[in-house]
């Protein structure tokens, strides 16, 4: 008697959140170029047909680990250059928060968008594109703060808020760089401490 068909096992299905989590650390670790699909679907333990099932390609995945990863870390740097702390103070939590993110021991060092496809191949210029214009939209979070700041009478009214703004996002940039390159909390913070030497408005809200 011949022996009955064995049947196919279902393929493992993939937990989302579980997915991007891992995919966000892989990336944060090794960069997009670096991590390839076979690093993936081994940390997450499903076969690449299950991974393209889910997230439709490598780049798909790293925008939604991007996104994830970002609400995750920024939400309260958020919150806080929109609440009501003065301008200064809710730059020095920023930048400060920044600091603790890029050396915390627990997770990849640097940030994962600040310095991400800064250089990459032709072919990935779609990803590079991606990760920049999410490098936009901290850059115009800080310049609409500062702003803000303006009209609260914390700034100077000739402030020129865009180049403001960039200095910022370049310290964090410098940062990141420096923290993937060993260096230690304390002596971030005490570049945040010169960058915040530059602040050209009042340190106090203006009531």
């Known amino acids: 008697m011949d022996e009955p068909t064995r049947k196919r096992g279902r393929p493992r299905m993939l937990d989302r959140e579980a997915g991007l989590e891992i995919a966000a650390r892989l990336f944060w670790q090794h960069g997009y170029e670096g991590t390839s699909i076979a690093d993936l679907t081994q940390a997450m333990g499903i076969t690449p047909p299950s991974l393209y099932a889910a997230f439709s390609s490598k780049e798909e995945l790293y925008r939604q680990a991007l996104d994830h990863t970002i609400e995750r870390e920024s939400k309260r740097r958020s919150e806080v250059l929109q609440g009501e702390m003065s301008a200064y103070d809710a730059l020095e939590f920023y930048l400060r928060d920044v600091v603790q993110g890029i050396t915390n021991p627990d997770k990849p060092r640097g940030c994962i968008v600040s ?3 800064l250089q990459h191949a032709k072919e990935n210029e779609s990803v590079a594109t991606a990760v920049a214009a999410r490098r936009e939209v901290s850059l115009q979070a800080l310049k609409t703060r500062f702003h803000r700041a303006i009209n609260e009478g914390e700034l100077p009214t000739d402030t020129d808020t ?11 940039q410098g940062m990141s760089a420096q923290a993937c390159d060993g260096a230690c909390t304390e002596r971030l913070m ?10 050209p408005g009042t340190r106090h809200a203006v009531r």
């Open 190 to 199: 005490q570049i945040v401490d010169i960058a915040l030497s530059a602040w």
């Open 162 to 172: 865009d180049a403001l703004a960039r200095f910022y996002a370049a310290v964090v």
């Open 115 to 117: 310095t991400a496809v």
